[in-house]
């Protein structure tokens, strides 16, 4: 069975403390792994696409990396600012989202 | 690039009114697009799914006579609350893509329309 399972669901850090949010996921016939922030209120906004095993993105503090099993977005001195919701989704025969994370990140 | 956009972002109305709501793609051709409803501090839960020119594809228990979807071109879709209660009051999203052109293309999401009904 295709799903996609995200962990830690909520993660408190302090200004500057890195960290990496976890995406496993089992599907058949991976076309492509999605991460996405969403703010409260707010619909999820686009930030990586990862195609294949190895793969990584960067985008200012985050760095999406990608395995045949998960992936990981890695958070680097994260601000106040990162605080949101991040999900991630995998497309197969069709989209399955995990549930996110929770991040919270405290001055 | 990749913008979508929802309309209203808030609609405050009574009980037995039907409530109309857009998902545009501004800037790409959407081949599929999605609805989703999302409850406080829970995760997206798809809706509906329609390809351009199609019926709607309905996840199960969603009332496909009371939450009516059309996407009559690439870059519109509208989901129609018919006779809509205060059950029904969450925040709504849309996304679309192009997946279905090239495969592996992402969802992009519209901002949310939060519906309150009275």
């Known amino acids: 069975e295709d799903q996609v399972t995200q962990s830690p669901e909520a993660l408190r850090l302090q200004e500057g403390e890195s960290s990496s949010l976890n995406c496993s996921y089992t599907?058949?016939?991976?076309?492509?792994l999605f991460w996405y922030r969403q703010d409260p209120g707010k619909g999820p906004e686009f930030l990586f696409t990862l195609y294949s095993a190895g793969e990584e993105k960067e985008k200012e503090r985050l760095k999406a990396t990608l395995t045949k099993k998960e992936s990981f977005l890695h958070i680097t001195a994260p601000k106040p600012e990162d605080s949101a919701t991040y999900l991630c989704?995998?497309?197969?025969?069709?989209?399955?989202f995990g549930t996110g994370t929770s991040l919270t990140v405290i001055p | 690039g990749a913008v979508v956009s929802q309309h209203p972002s808030r609609v405050i109305c009574k009980s037995g009114t039907s409530v109309k709501i857009e998902c545009r793609s501004l800037d790409f051709q959407a081949t599929t697009m999605f609805w989703y409803r999302q409850f406080p501090k829970q995760s997206l839960m798809l809706m509906a799914t329609?390809?351009?020119?199609?019926?709607?594809?309905?996840e199960q228990g969603v009332e496909k006579d009371k939450f009516l979807i059309n996407h009559a071109s690439l870059t519109l879709s509208t989901l129609t609350v018919t006779s809509a209660h205060p059950e029904d009051s969450s925040f709504y999203i849309c996304?679309?893509?192009?997946?279905?052109?090239?495969?592996?293309?992402?969802?992009?999401f519209g901002d949310g329309t939060r519906l309150s009904i009275l």
């Open positions: 599907v058949s016939g991976l076309r492509g």
């Open positions: 989704a995998v497309l197969g025969n069709q989209f399955y």
């Open positions: 329609s390809n351009e020119g199609s019926k709607a594809t309905y």
């Open positions: 996304s679309a893509s192009a997946f279905g052109v090239a495969g592996n293309q992402p969802q992009h």
